[in-house]
């Protein structure tokens, strides 16, 4: 593997990459593969760089999606859900048997999110969201919309459902909760890491993935 403009060997970034792959800290790979943890820490810190850049070109979802919005962050009293205070509020979009995709929302209105939506999803696909009042505008947009009540029932026959999305922010609250607190500033980054973990399935599919786009980009 060859990260550009980085002072580590390629057979350190090599073990350095499977490592992350792998799940260990920063500071443990430093430690397994004898190099200064703060070499190892900006090299993590690069390959999420890599990461959050090379998904960023994601072509459109099209077909069956899934739209959600969620709240990341430590564990406070007082209100939580939509609203909570010191809360991160993430919105995503998932194609039922492909890929999710995530970002960080200033807010979560309609005139935020729609958007989004418009520039990620292909016109005329099929988008289930909740009950929540923001996505009434898909009821005339140009896309086919089903909401799904959770005060009544999280699956409302065989295929309306969000099941997949839900499934996706279990999926990056297990991921990050293994980093002992994350800066605010680089929230971004691990949320896309939790992304590419979720789109590219095994270990070794992951692997090869990030190779491929350490030698795409210079």
């Avoid at 072509?59 to 999606?65: D, L």
């Avoid at 990056?172 to 909760?177: D, F, N, Q």
């Amino acid at each position: 593997m060859h990260v550009s403009r980085c002072r580590l060997t390629e057979k350190q970034q090599d073990h350095l990459a499977e490592l992350f792959i792998a799940g260990s800290t920063a500071r443990t790979a430093a430690d397994l593969c004898g190099v200064n943890p703060k070499s190892a820490i900006l090299f993590y810190h690069r390959l999420r760089l890599l990461i959050a850049q090379s998904l960023a070109d994601s072509t459109p979802f099209e077909g069956e999606v899934e739209v959600d919005e969620s709240y990341f962050g430590g564990h406070r009293k007082g209100k939580r859900g939509r609203g909570a205070g010191g809360k991160v509020a993430v919105f995503g979009i998932l194609m039922r048997g492909g890929r999710v995709y995530t970002m960080i929302a200033s807010d979560l209105r309609r005139e935020t999110l729609m958007p989004v939506i418009r520039d990620k999803v292909v016109p005329d696909s099929v988008v289930y969201t909740d009950s929540y009042n923001v996505y009434d505008v898909l009821d005339v947009s140009e896309f086919r919309h089903h909401r799904i009540n959770h005060n009544a029932a999280f699956v409302d026959g065989k295929s309306n459902h969000i099941n997949g999305i839900e499934n996706f922010w279990n999926h990056a609250k297990r991921t990050l909760s293994r980093y002992n607190g994350i800066p605010r500033k680089h929230f971004a980054l691990f949320l896309k890491e939790a992304e590419f973990r979720f789109n590219y399935g095994t270990p070794a599919g992951q692997l090869r993935q990030l190779k491929r786009w350490a030698r795409q980009r210079p």
